[in-house]
């Protein structure tokens, strides 16, 4: 079974610029979340999605950052435009469901680094 | 607020040492969960070991188990006969109990672990 894949894995782009990372969950996994690791710091949550729809999104730092997930399938996060302090590494994770049976877990993808430079 | 904290930046071991990597948090919460995850080189984190805080025993999972102190807030993490592939960062992280749980992970800075042959 294909585990979390996300894309690209590594992505240098100069401030001002656009970038969208992709995740593809797990096939079945209603539950999809990105966190992000700025350097040197926590990983911090970004937002959560089950199937289509925002079901937390406390965590977006701004509204340079869009996320979706159409057709409940891969999830996309656009930053727009790219600013120095977003750099670092962005995680995807894919739960089968939010009930938090013994077995539950999230699966998280390579993650995606991003350098604004 | 919820915060968890892992106090050592870097560890390093040699092959077949045990090594105990240490975590701490702060929550008012009664019920939650903690867990350690496991990020190698490759970058895919890996949930390692979880533990439901109503559970007074503490979790195992062959080589790896903790040491939970409810009432100190403490949760470490020991590897036994420590192997080359644990070289890994390895990131404590927090979970509050819901009936219906969002999945909101609170983490650690992360502990590099450096096992020498």
């Known amino acids: 079974e294909a585990g979390v894949t996300q894309f690209p894995s590594h992505s240098v782009i100069e401030k001002g610029q656009t970038v969208t990372l992709r995740c593809d969950p797990i096939?079945?996994?209603?539950?999809l979340y990105w966190y992000r690791r700025v350097m040197g710091k926590e990983i911090k949550f970004l937002l959560h999605f089950v199937k289509e729809s925002k079901q937390d999104e406390s965590g977006m730092p701004n509204n340079r950052f869009l996320a979706e997930r159409t057709g409940g399938t891969y999830s996309t996060l656009k930053v727009q435009p790219a600013e120095l302090e977003d750099s670092g590494v962005y995680f995807c994770?894919?739960?089968?469901?939010?009930?938090?049976?013994?077995?539950?877990?999230?699966?998280f993808g390579q993650g995606t680094r991003l350098t604004v430079v | 607020a919820q915060t968890v904290t892992q106090s050592q930046p870097e560890m390093s071991v040699q092959e077949a040492e045990t090594v105990t990597l240490s975590c701490t948090y702060d929550?008012?919460?009664?019920?939650?969960?903690l867990f350690w995850y496991k990020q190698p080189p490759s970058r895919q984190m890996i949930l390692v070991i979880r533990?439901?805080?109503?559970k007074q025993q503490n979790a195992t999972e062959n080589r790896f188990s903790v040491n939970f102190q409810k009432a100190a807030k403490s949760f470490s993490l020991k590897i036994s006969d420590s192997q080359l592939g644990d070289t890994a960062m390895y990131f404590c992280?927090?979970?509050?109990?819901?009936?219906?749980?969002?999945?909101?992970?609170?983490w650690g800075a992360g502990t590099k672990l450096i096992i020498k042959p």
């Open positions: 994770a894919s739960s089968q469901t939010t009930m938090f049976a013994d077995r539950n877990e999230a699966f």
């Open positions: 533990q439901e805080a109503y």
């Open positions: 096939s079945g996994h209603d539950n």
């Open positions: 992280a927090f979970m509050k109990h819901f009936p219906d749980s969002n999945y909101q992970l609170i």
């Open positions: 929550t008012s919460e009664n019920n939650y969960y």
